[in-house]
T-cell receptor, first 115, second 115 residues
């Protein structure tokens, strides 16, 4: 079983649509959670961290359910510029209680927003 | 502020040859990470430096891979001898001291093709 699993996609949506990405993680020691965005042939860039209480940044809303080991990202009023691959990322707690530092990535879900 | 830089951007070599990838982290970032994405797979962690010390090299695939970070500044990742399965995109990332979370800044990657 993969450590981080995401919807395979691709998602093709019209401008203005609302789109939701789902992700599950297998390691209950996962400590920190993120959504990264990766444009074609570019590097991953942090989009937003995901907190237990849920958090919002403009059109983007992230949710975390630790009991279900589930993370989501909602994009409202999608724009052409939102077209990219969205990567679900977790960070594992180390033996000493701190983070191990390295990130564990899902394969990503490609989003294509059409005019 | 300059971002993470990597050199070369692309490398095409033959099986059995040696390749050395270089990463210059953001100035002042003590944490430096190497990741790799092979075609069709997720981005995977290779190793983590804190300054010049290897904090975690659990992701290194085998002893054909050697990473160094002399002086705690830039890092090199050498593959010797290269095999076909080493083809992929090698990303470097850096983060500030104490920031063992997901806010890692990625370089543009080196695309390695082994023929």
């Amino acid at each position: 079983r993969k450590e981080v699993e995401q919807d395979p996609g691709p998602f093709n949506v019209p401008e203005g649509a609302t789109v939701a990405f789902n992700c599950t993680y297998s390691n209950s020691a996962s400590q920190s959670f993120f959504w990264y965005r990766q444009d074609c042939r570019k590097e991953p860039k942090l989009l937003m961290s995901v907190y237990s209480s849920g958090n919002e940044d403009g059109r983007f809303t992230a949710q975390l359910n630790r009991a279900s080991q589930y993370i989501s990202l909602l994009i409202r009023d999608s724009k052409l510029s939102d077209s990219a691959t969205y990567l679900c990322v977790v960070n594992i707690m180390g033996d000493y209680g701190g983070s191990q530092g390295n990130l564990i990535f899902g394969k990503g879900t490609k989003l294509s927003v059409k005019p | 502020e300059a971002g993470v830089t990597q050199f070369p951007s692309h490398s095409v070599i033959e099986k059995g040859q040696t390749v050395t990838l270089r990463c210059d982290p953001i100035s002042g970032h003590d944490n430096l990470y190497w990741y790799r994405r092979v075609m069709g797979k997720e981005i995977k962690f290779l190793l983590h430096f804190v300054k010049e010390s290897k904090q975690d090299e659990s992701g290194m695939p085998n002893n054909r891979f050697l990473a160094e970070r002399t002086g705690g500044t830039y890092s090199t990742l050498k593959v010797q001898p290269a095999e076909l399965e080493d083809s992929g995109v090698y990303f470097c990332a850096s983060s500030q001291a104490g920031r063992l979370r997901g806010d890692q800044y990625f370089g543009p990657g080196t695309r390695l093709l082994v023929l």
